[in-house]
């Protein structure tokens, strides 16, 4: 199951809570992810049956027309095994307060990132083996430096035109078409997926696999904005922080960034995929 869909899973019925215990009363809300926190234990295959998401209201805040609710998620299989751990935050706004959403904050070292001066990277020979159809979120790689970042260990971004048709917009809340945050961050790990291959990590590999995000790994998003429809381009950059050997693999740790228009509105970091031979 792509981390996109299960992490839906587990984030929706914290919307649902929200609204039950009043904090919409007052109507013309918007309710957005700011926070993400947790660990993935398992893959999810289509022979897993029925999950099972509980959410806990932990704490809220209310700042003038501005509220801020608090949930610890577990999600379980039927069977009591346990899938993905999260605490997570959200925020219900004012139409005008989205408005006027300043992104996150343009560090040096993540605008130095996004203005690398860039060139079409081939990545035809790895396109069949990731995402594709209505799950793919990157167009094209326009950097990519193997011993780039401030680690050494690789530096890549990917550019992706915004379609104001996409499927996306039309499936959000109802009248509030904006991309779900949950494939702003698939966008993050399809970019990852290609520096890992990139850099030949899949070599002597009979059957290279890659987990949806890497399984007992620590994960953590921030959102500070949105991708509406009106927005032009999306340019994601990951930078791989480390890189362990697994068994039957690897582990590549890094952090990244996406950009709506020039302005900052994604982090991630630490963002974990495994790449594992199935052969």
């Not at 992810?33 to 398992?42: A, K, M, Q, T, Y």
């Not at 009591?80 to 999260?86: A, Q, S, T």
């Not at 998003?221 to 697994?246: A, C, F, H, L, N």
Request: charged residues 20%.
């Amino acid at each position: 199951m792509p981390f996109a869909v299960l992490s839906e899973i587990a984030l929706q019925p914290c919307g649902w809570l929200a609204s039950h215990c009043g904090f919409a009363l007052s109507g013309n809300l918007k309710f957005r992810n700011l926070e993400g926190d947790g660990v993935l234990h398992r893959e999810l295959s289509p022979d897993d049956g029925t999950m099972v998401v509980e959410s806990e209201l932990t704490a809220f805040s209310r700042v003038g027309p501005m509220t801020i609710v608090t949930f610890s998620v577990v999600v379980t299989l039927a069977s009591g095994e346990p899938v993905l751990d999260l605490t997570t935050q959200f925020g219900f706004f004012p139409a005008a307060a989205l408005v006027r959403q300043a992104g996150l904050s343009a560090k040096p070292h993540f605008s130095a990132a996004f203005d690398l001066p860039g060139e079409k990277v081939k990545t035809r020979m790895i396109e069949k083996r990731l995402a594709g159809g209505k799950m793919r979120m990157l167009e094209a790689v326009d950097y990519f430096n193997p011993t780039g970042g401030e680690a050494g260990l690789g530096l890549i971004r990917g550019r992706q035109a915004v379609d104001p048709n996409a499927w996306y917009f039309k499936a959000h809340f109802y009248q509030d078409p904006v991309q779900p945050g949950s494939l702003g961050l698939d966008a993050l790990a399809q970019l990852l997926a290609r520096a890992i291959l990139l850099k030949g990590l899949d070599e002597g590999m009979s059957d290279p696999h890659f987990e949806t995000i890497a399984t007992g790994a620590p994960f953590k998003w921030s959102y500070r904005g949105q991708v509406t429809p009106d927005k032009k381009e999306v340019v994601t950059v990951m930078e791989i922080v480390s890189i362990e050997k697994r068994d039957k693999g690897w582990l590549v740790t890094a952090r990244g960034s996406l950009w709506r228009d020039g302005l900052r509105v994604y982090e991630v970091g630490p963002y974990s995929l495994a790449l594992v031979d199935k052969g």
